[in-house]
C-alpha cells in the first residue's frame, strides 16, 4: 500500500537531519530506525513506561506516543546527547557511582526525564524528584539508588 | 562492611581483601548510561525481516481449517507458516521420562488458551507482517473450556489434553542430558498433569502431639515478570553453511540452544546463541519459547535474518506469568509454639501446558525446608491444566507462593497463642550445621542473626502492638538454594593470561542486571591481585565460551564464579610455579600481587607476570598460560534427585533473609502505604556490597507490588489487563524507606563464602508485608494482592463484629 510520505527537518542531538518520512512514523522509530540512535527503548506502547523518553525542545516526552512530524523545526536530545567531549554528563556519573542500574533498558529513559526536570527546576526535594519520576517504570533497581543518583546531581547544581 | 564478621572468624581481616567485598561501580555502566548497551531488541541484521504471530482468540477450540493464501500473496511477506510446518515437535520446561514435552510451536489441532500461537508470517517489514496476520482466515469450533482448577479436576471436566504419546523415537531432554529412562507416555486424569508428594516424619502423631491445630487456605494469583525489555529474539540462518546465529532476550544460553536444536533438528553444534544486554529476566526468560523457535524456522524457510519482538501484550498473554497456587495448610503445634506438624496442600492452575509447575510444586517445599524444624511434614501437590496462559518460574519460583501463606500463618499461631512472631520463629529454625530430611547440610545459616538483626534494626520491640490505629508492622522469613545438582551440567571457565599481565575470563554467564559480569571479574582479580579492569570479559556466547548451564536456579554466583575463581587459581599456580623456576624459589616462598610474584620474605625479589608469560612461552614450548575451571552443586552425588517425591540431594547451600516492614492503612479507603521495609540477607559474603543492597532494594519493590498491586485478571480466560496501564506496578513514588543489612554466615563451599543474593528476599518481603497490614486491620486477609476494597472489607467486618 502507498503510504503518503512528508519532509521532516529536525536537529537530533546537534544534527541537522532532513528526511521523508511516512507520517504515521513515531518520534520513536524516527530515531530507532532511521537515525540509528537506539539508546531510546520501547517497553509498553501505551505512553506508561518512560523507557522511550526523550527531550523535544526542553520537555521531556515519551518519543512512542508523539509523531515524529510534531518534532518538526524542533530540537530533540537523545541519551546519546547526554555526554560532551568524551565527558559524561553528571547525571550519567552518578547513575554509576551509586548502581543505579541494574538491567539498563529503562535507564536512558530515566535520565532524560532526570535532565529535563533538573534543568527546569535544579532544586528539587526528594519528594518532588520521586513524584516527577513517577513516568519511568523500573522493574531491577527499587528506585531508591537512582533516586538517590538524580539528589546527588541536584544537590551539585 | 560484610567481611569483617567473616573476616574475624576465619582470622584474617576483610581489609586485606583488594578488589572483593567493594562496592566497585559495575563494568556495563559506561555502555548502559550513554545508550550504547546492544540489547536483543536493539539487534539489526542485513537483510532483516520482521516477523509477527497469530494467536488464538478463543480459550479452547478446534482449529477447523487456516487459509494463508491471501496472506501469502501480500507484496512483501517472505514466509507464513502454520502448525502443518510444525506438526508433532514438542517442547517445554519440564521434559522428563514421567513428564513429556507438551507444547507445540503452532497449535496443531485445536488451540487451548487465548494468545496461543496459531501461524507465524515473516515480512520485510513490521506494517507488512501485521497486514499478513489479518489476512489469515482461521475457522475454529469452539469447545467449552475450564479455567477454575477444582472444577478442572471434577469427573466430566472438559479434557484440556489428551494422552501426551511421545513421538516414536523421540528421547526426552533429560535421556538427552544422560539419564538412563525412556520417555513414556501421559494420560492427564481429571486434567492432572503433575502430582508431588512429599513426607518425613509421621504426621498423624504429630498432630495427635500437638496442642492446638490450625488450617488456612491461601490463593495468590499470577503476576507478570514484567521485565522492561518484552521478548524478542533475532535468528539467522545461513543456507549455505547450515550454521543458525541466534540473539534472544534471556536466561541460560545452553537451554535455549538445546531446544533450538532439538525442535529444528539441527546439531547443536551448528547453533551460536550470541551475547547481547538483557533488559530484566526475574525467572521470565528461562524457559523455551514458541516464538524463538519460530523466528528461527522462519529465517531458516527464508534464508534471511528475522527478528520478532513481542508486543507488551503478547508478553502478558504468550510468554508465561508467574506459577498460581491455592494453598492449603494446617499446622499442630505445642502451646509454647513448638511446631510438630505441617501439612500443605497445592493446588495450582497450571495453565494449558505444564510450564514450570511440577517443578514449583516441589521448590516451594524444598526452598522452605532449610527454615523451620519441623518433625512431621507431608506435602502434596497437583498442578492442574486449564484453559488459561502458561505458568512459569519467577523470582524464587514457588518459594514465595508458599512463604506468603506459610509465614502469614505463623503470625496467626503466634496470636493465637500470645507468643511474640519475633520468638516464635527463633524457637522453631533449623540449627547450623543440621542435616535435612533430603541430605542436604547446612553450613552455613545465617538466618537466627538476620532475623534478629532485621527485628532490632527496624526496633520491632517498640513498635510490635504499641503502634498507632492506622500502622502495622511485620516480620518474614524466606530461603533460597543455590544451584542445583538437578541440572547435570557444569559453570565453567577459562581464564587467559594476557600479554601485558592482565587476564581475560570467558564465561557463559549473561548479564541480564544482577551484575554478574563484575563480581565474577572481581573474584577473579581478587584471586590473581589484579585490579578488576585488569580482567577483560568475553562472556555469555556459546561459541566463545565453554559450557555453562548456570544461569538460573541461583546458581550464578555459588557455581559458576566458583568456576571462575578456579580457573585464576590455575593460572595463579602456574605462574607461582614458573615465576619459582625464574627466581630459584620455592613456590610456597611466594606471593602473587599487583601483576608480580614477590618472594614473602625478600618483596625486592620480583618478577612481572608479563616476564613470566614470555619466559614460559619460550622456555615450555610455547605455552601461553591459561587456567581453566569448573564447579557443579552436589558434585559427590551422580543422580538427579525426585521432584516428585522430594528425595535426593538438591543443593551444597541456602541463602535467607528475614524482613520487617511497616506499613499505614488509610482506614477511609483501605489504601496501604508501605513506610519502610528492613531487610536482612545472609548471602554468605557480599563480593559487591553495592549490587548485593541493588538486589535487595530491587526485591524489595517487587515484593510490594505483590503484596499490594499486582494480579493478572482473568474472565473467561482472557487477561483483562495486558498492559502497563492496567497492570499497576509499583512506581518511584510508592517506594518506601529500604534498609540492607548484611547478616551473611560464612559459606564454606562457595567462592569467598559467597552465595545468592538475587532470589531470597522477594517471598519474605511479600509475607512480611501483608503480616503487617493484617497487624494495622487485625484482619486476616489471605489472598494477593491486598488491594484497597479488601483491606476495606476487612476494616468494616472488624468494626461490625
Sequence with gaps: MEVAKKILKVTVNGEHYELSIKAKTTLLELLRNHLGLTGAKMACISNSCGACTVILDGMAVKACSILALQANGKEVITVEGLAKDGDLHPLQKAFIDHGAFQCGFCTPGKLMSAKAMLDENPHLTEEEVRRDMEGNLCRCTGYKKYIAAIMDVAQKL | ?801
Design chain 2, 1 to 801: 562492611m560484610k567481611g569483617v564478621k567473616v573476616a574475624e572468624y576465619y582470622g584474617f581481616k576483610a581489609e586485606e581483601y583488594s578488589v572483593i567485598g567493594k562496592g566497585l561501580p559495575r563494568r556495563d555502566g559506561p555502555a548502559k548510561v550513554t545508550g550504547q548497551a546492544v540489547y536483543t531488541f536493539d539487534v539489526t541484521l542485513p537483510g532483516m525481516l520482521h516477523g509477527k504471530i497469530l494467536r488464538s482468540p478463543y480459550p479452547h477450540a478446534r482449529i477447523v481449517s487456516i487459509d494463508t493464501s491471501d496472506a501469502e500473496k501480500l507484496p512483501g511477506v517472505k514466509a507464513v507458516i502454520t502448525g502443518k510446518d510444525t506438526w508433532g515437535i514438542r517442547f517445554g520446561f519440564v521434559d522428563t521420562p514421567r513428564y513429556p514435552a507438551d507444547q507445540s510451536v503452532l497449535a496443531e489441532e485445536k488451540v487451548r488458551y487465548v494468545g496461543e500461537s496459531v501461524a507465524a508470517v515473516a515480512a520485510i517489514d513490521e506494517d507488512t507482517a501485521d497486514e499478513a496476520l489479518d489476512l489469515i482466515a482461521v475457522e475454529y469450533d469452539p469447545l467449552s473450556a475450564v479455567f477454575d482448577p477444582e472444577e478442572a479436576m471434577k469427573e466430566g471436566a472438559p479434557e484440556v489434553h489428551g494422552e501426551q504419546i511421545p513421538a516414536a523415537g523421540r528421547t526426552c531432554a533429560w535421556e538427552d542430558w544422560g539419564v538412563a529412562r525412556k520417555a513414556r507416555s501421559y494420560k492427564p486424569v481429571n486434567n492432572i498433569g503433575a502430582t508431588v508428594m512429599i513426607s518425613y516424619g509421621d504426621i498423624e502423631k504429630g498432630f495427635a502431639e500437638s496442642d492446638y491445630t490450625r488450617e488456612d487456605r491461601f490463593v495468590i494469583p499470577s503476576t507478570s515478570h514484567a521485565a522492561m525489555e518484552p521478548h524478542c529474539a533475532v535468528a539467522s540462518y545461513d543456507p549455505f553453511t547450515g550454521h543458525l546465529d541466534f540473539w534472544c532476550s534471556r536466561m541460560d544460553m545452553e537451554q535455549k540452544r538445546y531446544w533450538l536444536s532439538k525442535t529444528l533438528g539441527m546439531p547443536i553444534s551448528k547453533i551460536r546463541i550470541h551475547k547481547s544486554y538483557v533488559g530484566g529476566a526475574f525467572g521470565g526468560k528461562a524457559a523455551p519459547f514458541d516464538f524463538e523457535i519460530l523466528a528461527a524456522f522462519l529465517s531458516r524457510k527464508t534464508g534471511r535474518p528475522t527478528k520478532i519482538v513481542l508486543a507488551r501484550d503478547e508478553v502478558f498473554t504468550s510468554s508465561n506469568n508467574s506459577v498460581r497456587f491455592d494453598v492449603t495448610v494446617r499446622k499442630g503445634v505445642k502451646k509454647d509454639g513448638t511446631i510438630m506438624a505441617q501439612h500443605v496442600k497445592l493446588i495450582s492452575d497450571m495453565g494449558a501446558y505444564r510450564g514450570s509447575a511440577p517443578v514449583a510444586l516441589y521448590l516451594a517445599h524444598s526452598m522452605r525446608d532449610a527454615i523451620y524444624d519441623i518433625p512431621n511434614l507431608l506435602h502434596e501437590g497437583v498442578g492442574v491444566y486449564t484453559n488459561k496462559s502458561i505458568t512459569q518460574s519467577k523470582r524464587g519460583h514457588g518459594s514465595p507462593q508458599l512463604s506468603f501463606a506459610l509465614e502469614m500463618q505463623m503470625d496467626w499461631i503466634a496470636k493465637d497463642l500470645g507468643i511474640d512472631p519475633v520468638e516464635l520463629r527463633l524457637k522453631n529454625l533449623r540449627k547450623k550445621g543440621e542435616v535435612l530430611p533430603n541430605g542436604d547440610r547446612l553450613d552455613s545459616y545465617g538466618l537466627p542473626d538476620c532475623i534478629k538483626k532485621a527485628a532490632e534494626s527496624a526496633g520491632w520491640r517498640k513498635k510490635k502492638g504499641k503502634s498507632r490505629p492506622d500502622r502495622g508492622i511485620g516480620i518474614a522469613v524466606g530461603g533460597m538454594f543455590n544451584g542445583s545438582g538437578y541440572w547435570p551440567f557444569t559453570g565453567s571457565a577459562i581464564v587467559k593470561m594476557n600479554h601485558d599481565g592482565t587476564v581475560t575470563l570467558y564465561n557463559g554467564q549473561i548479564e541480564f542486571g544482577q551484575g554478574v559480569d563484575t563480581s565474577m571479574c572481581q573474584v577473579v582479580a581478587e584471586e590473581l591481585g589484579l585490579q578488576a579492569e585488569d580482567v577483560n570479559l568475553v562472556s555469555a556466547d556459546t561459541e566463545l565460551c565453554p559450557t555453562d548451564f548456570t544461569n538460573w536456579l541461583s546458581a550464578g554466583t555459588f557455581v559458576s564464579t566458583k568456576a571462575c575463581l578456579r580457573a585464576a587459581r590455575d593460572v595463579k599456580e602456574q605462574l607461582l610455579k614458573i615465576a619459582a623456576e625464574i627466581m630459584e624459589a620455592n613456590v610456597e616462598d611466594l606471593e602473587a600481587e599487583n601483576r608480580r610474584v614477590y618472594i614473602k620474605t625478600d618483596p625486592e625479589k620480583s618478577v612481572a607476570y608479563d616476564e613470566i608469560l614470555r619466559y614460559n612461552i619460550q622456555k615450555h614450548g610455547g605455552d601461553p598460560i591459561m587456567g581453566k575451571g569448573f564447579a557443579k552443586p552436589v558434585p559427590e552425588v551422580e543422580f538427579y534427585p525426585s521432584l516428585s517425591k522430594g528425595t535426593g540431594r538438591w543443593t551444597d547451600a541456602y541463602s535467607f533473609t528475614a524482613v520487617v516492614a511497616e506499613v499505614e492503612v488509610d482506614r477511609e479507603t483501605g489504601r496501604v502505604r508501605v513506610l519502610k521495609l528492613t531487610i536482612a540477607d545472609d548471602c554468605g559474603f557480599e563480593i559487591n556490597p553495592l549490587i548485593c543492597q541493588g538486589q535487595l532494594e530491587g526485591q524489595g519493590v517487587m515484593g510490594m507490588g505483590d503484596a499490594l498491586f499486582e494480579e493478572i485478571i482473568f474472565e473467561e480466560g482472557r487477561q483483562l489487563n495486558p498492559t502497563f496501564v492496567d497492570y499497576d506496578l509499583p512506581r518511584a513514588f510508592d517506594v518506601p524507606e529500604m534498609v540492607t543489612i548484611d547478616a551473611s554466615d560464612y559459606e564454606p563451599k562457595g567462592p569467598f563464602g559467597a552465595k545468592e543474593i538475587g532470589e531470597c528476599a522477594r517471598g519474605a518481603v511479600i509475607a512480611a508485608i501483608v503480616n503487617a497490614v493484617n497487624d494495622a486491620v487485625g484482619g486476616k486477609i489471605g489472598s494477593l494482592p491486598l488491594h484497597p476494597e479488601k483491606i476495606f472489607k476487612a476494616l468494616r467486618e472488624k468494626e461490625t463484629a
